[in-house]
């Protein structure tokens, strides 16, 4: 074994998990393309689980950072002002709020994914007077306690080590079948009073579940569940820290319903560089704190500031957005072209935009195929609980000859998969 991968085994927790998928020691990284010390250049098609979705190193974004850090501009302020801070509001407002009519005000609850989620769960629960929480199957918004708690891995939820409650899972689209409305069953127990579920404070929904396996709600039934949420006086929040920034194909992964969330939780790439940033976006109603109510010593990371405010500028072109569309086509047509060549593996596209992947009903089947993806030098995750679906997560701005590059080695890896499980039409 490697000596810096030893010590790594030697030193660090047995919580780590990615380094045993991806065992190299990387040291360069530039778009889609990421180098181990071995000089070995790898495929990026995970983009930091989502954190890095305008790729590694963006030249505008490293030279605005390199600028501000040489002109020794402020790193930590908490929730003071700055003009890094104001800068990143002020484009946030202009760029992306007002051109699609949005009112939000702007939270800045520290800096990661589980952050923006305890703050929605909190607003929610303060403005309602209401403890308790809908959540989905399937859905995963962190592993803070709240977080957790509306999560619906039972591997991660017993890392809790206590009970979790205040919160009741109901079905997600499809989850029962297609020909099953889950909401007509959610309706059924808000209408019982024998059903044992209070009038919840909020409902937290991805539209696409990353961690659960890239299950995409139908838009129907995301507009079917906010006039549920409307007619029942309960808040609709959108955890968008995964799916939204682009990565379906929209800055928001709701806009295509037409929806107007309560609260929408973004992080992950909304720092553009993969630098720490959460923010909160909630209704001017609703933004009922305390000052201090809810804090946190990073809530201001001015130099994730620096770098989310280069990173809105992609979206001032509508051509970037329609950029995503296209590349997001073309990863549905490969993937359904690989459904179709390889029946043997039993698989179904899933997801939308370039947050898509395959889900094989071939007991670790997914799994293998990203393991010959790390053997073949791309960086592929898997996801679902039972790591059911490989992933397919490039940057937003890969350029096409690179896509189809990885198409390729995906195809490539498919076809060893089905021959290790011996799957293979040649095999049989």
Known sequence: MNEKLKLVEDVESSVRSYVRSFPAVFTKAKGHEIWDEEGMRYLDFFSGA??????????????????????????????????????????????????????????????????????????????????????????????????????????????????????????????????QDSLKYFERFLEDNGSGVAIPAAVILETVQGEGGINAARMGWIRKLQEICREWGILFIIDDVQAGVGRTGTFFSFEPAGIEPDVVCLSKSIGGYGLPLAVTLIKPELDQWKPGEHNGTFRGNNLAFITASEALEYWRDPAFEESIQERGKRMTAFLERMVETYPEMKGRRKGRGLMQGIASEVDGFSESVAEYAFKHQMILETAGGNDEVFKLFPPLNIPLEALDEGFAIIEKCIEEALEAHQLSSSSS
């Open 50 to 179: 989502g954190a890095l979705n305008y790729g590694h190193n963006d030249e505008n974004m490293k030279q605005k950072l390199l600028d501000y850090i040489t002109s020794d501009g402020i790193t930590h302020s908490l929730d003071m002002a700055t003009d890094a801070k104001v800068d990143f509001m002020e484009k946030f407002r202009d760029i992306i709020l007002k051109p699609r009519g949005m009112n939000y005000r702007i939270m800045f609850p520290g800096p990661t994914g589980a952050n923006t989620v305890e703050s929605a769960l909190k607003i929610a629960r303060k403005m309602t007077g209401r403890t308790d929480i809908i959540s989905f199957t399937n859905g995963f918004h962190g592993m803070t306690i709240g977080a957790l708690s509306v999560t619906g891995n039972s591997m991660k939820r017993r890392g809790a080590g206590i009970p979790l409650n205040h919160t009741v899972t109901m079905p997600y689209d499809q989850f029962t079948g297609s020909e």
